[in-house]
T-cell receptor, first 112, second 114 residues
């Protein structure tokens, strides 16, 4: 499953499929980006980050892609599991040394 | 062995009251934050303290006053509560104040103002 375009608030994906969550950022000065996962009733949890001198970074079952030309960030989750159901946020430092700006979240629902 | 803890988890109060939310971290981090998450899930930084000193103070009404008695604690006091203050408030901490330091979030405090 994939949310295409600027931002879609929800994504429904079949268990076992790959998920792609997209995020458009606005600040050209941003040089650090993070993806957070927030499960229901909990605080956000760090998933993976990437600096602007890279265009791809891989973690365990997750990959973050950064396209600075079009100011686009994506999170790919391989073999999506029920435990991946959550709200996912992208965040950027927006040129700040000290704070993060969070995007609107995408709610991912995994269908059994 | 909770890393970042907040109390209370739920807070229901009347307009005009004054209330406090407490946060503690046992990670030995130098920097702590308060965020507000509204009903649409938008998450916005309010304050940040590094070694008990205020380093981020976003455009927040001065009814909100953070207090950091020591590095491990950052409390949020809210005076004259308004309906629009209803939200989930998250505390977070990080090893350093730079934005590339991973932030660890608490479980949140859901504030409802009636």
């Amino acid at each position: 499953g994939e949310n295409v375009g600027l931002h879609l608030p929800t994504l429904s994906v079949q268990e076992g499929d790959n998920s792609i969550i997209n995020c458009a950022y606005s600040n050209s000065a941003s040089d650090y980006f993070i993806w957070y996962k927030q499960e229901s009733g909990k605080g956000p949890q760090f998933i993976i980050d990437i600096r602007s001198n890279m265009d791809k970074r891989q973690g365990q079952r997750v990959t973050v892609l950064l396209n600075k030309t079009v100011k686009h960030l994506s999170l790919q989750i391989a073999a999506t599991q029920p435990g991946d159901s959550a709200v996912y946020f992208c965040a950027e430092n927006a040129g700040s040394d000290y704070k993060l700006s969070f995007g609107a979240g995408t709610t991912v629902t995994v269908r059994a | 062995d909770t890393a970042v803890s907040q109390t209370p988890k739920y807070l229901v109060t009347q307009m005009g009251n004054d209330k406090s939310i407490k946060c503690e971290q046992n990670l030995g981090h130098d920097t702590m934050y308060w965020y507000k998450q509204d009903s649409k899930k938008f998450l916005k930084i309010m304050f940040s303290y590094n070694n008990k000193e205020l380093i981020i103070n976003e455009t927040v009404p001065n009814r909100f006053s953070p207090k950091s008695p020591d590095k491990a604690h950052l409390n949020l006091h809210i005076n004259s509560l308004e309906l629009g203050d209803s939200a989930v408030y998250f505390c977070a901490s990080s090893r350093g104040s730079r934005s590339y330091n991973e932030q660890f979030f608490g479980p949140g405090t859901r504030l409802t103002v009636l």
